[in-house]
């Protein structure tokens, strides 16, 4: 069951920037879903329709699959099950203390103080902050304030998380720490829709990618049947996994005789190369 969808939706920048052109895009309950796309390519602009903070100029957005209305009392029942992770955690963070901030959401939904106060504690603890409560979030490292976003977020409880370039900017050490969080939150249900241009990180966890040029969904499918869309990769000015890429050249330039599908992760690379090796 799609648990977001969008039918034909097109988006246009009041200064005339068409940014999105007829996007159909669709999240299966319970999965990862990533769009990569290089920079401007609209795939923030895409992710604000996913929560109503964005209204389509045509087509429309189903949300567990209700049509988003845009009046208040609709916004605020999508809000609740939609929760976004902007890129910059500046745009989100702006409480003076990590405490309020994340206890911002659950309080605007009119939760008892009791409730309010376990769901914070609980949110802090899965990104590992607990003991920074008092700490203004400007003071915080790159990593630290993404991972107290992401627990604003949490503690609303949202049925799908959608978050913008999770991983930019961190170092690998934080990249790895907020991809694993996302794995584990995934595995007890939630739906993940990632935007990422990082292509080495989307064939470990994704279950479908979207890719996005120019406003426009030019390819869909599993991890391994869109990188094996090379021409369509590059075109949309991305690039192949490191791994797959190795492979492409060991295959083209050395003729050593690997079949397609290049592997795309280091755990497929090793076992296609153990085997290749395992007679000479
Ligand atoms: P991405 O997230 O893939 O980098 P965006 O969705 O931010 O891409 O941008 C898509 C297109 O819309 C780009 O051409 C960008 O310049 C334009 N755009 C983004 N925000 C605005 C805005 N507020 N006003 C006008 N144009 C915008």
Same mark, same amino acid.
């Given at each position: 069951m799609n648990i977001i969808e969008t039918n034909n939706i097109t988006y246009r920048y009041p200064d005339g920037t068409e940014a999105l052109k007829t996007v159909n895009f669709e999240a299966e309950e319970g999965k990862i879903v990533a769009l990569l796309g290089p920079n401007g390519a609209g795939k923030s602009t895409l992710f604000l329709h996913f929560n109503g903070i964005l209204r389509p100029y045509s087509g429309n957005v189903l949300v567990d699959r209700e049509e988003i209305k845009y009046n208040k009392k609709d916004l605020m029942r999508v809000r609740q099950k939609v929760g976004i992770v902007f890129q910059n955690p500046d745009d989100q963070l702006f409480a003076p203390t990590v405490l309020e901030d994340v206890a911002f959401g659950p309080m605007n939904l009119g939760l008892s103080k009791e409730e309010v106060e376990m769901r914070v504690k609980e949110a802090l603890e899965r990104v590992g902050m607990e003991g920074f409560e008092k700490k203004p979030p400007h003071h915080l490292s790159g990593g630290q304030k993404k991972r107290v976003a992401i627990a604003g977020i949490l503690a609303m409880k949202p049925k799908i998380m959608v978050l913008d370039e999770p991983t930019s900017g961190l170092d690998p050490k934080g990249a790895s720490q907020i991809l694993k969080l996302l794995y584990n939150l995934n595995k007890e249900g939630m739906t993940i829709i990632i935007s990422t241009h990082d292509v080495d990180l989307v064939p470990l966890y994704a279950y479908k990618v979207y890719i996005i040029s120019e406003g426009e969904i030019i390819k869909e499918g599993n991890p391994q049947e869109v990188f094996e869309d090379v021409k369509t990769i590059r075109d949309a000015n991305l690039r192949l996994p490191r791994i797959a890429h190795l492979m492409e050249i060991l295959q083209k &330039?050395? &003729?050593?005789?690997f079949d397609r599908p290049y592997p795309l992760t280091i755990g497929e690379a090793r076992r296609k190369l153990k085997d290749h090796f395992k007679d000479v």
């Open positions: &330039e050395d &003729e050593l005789p």
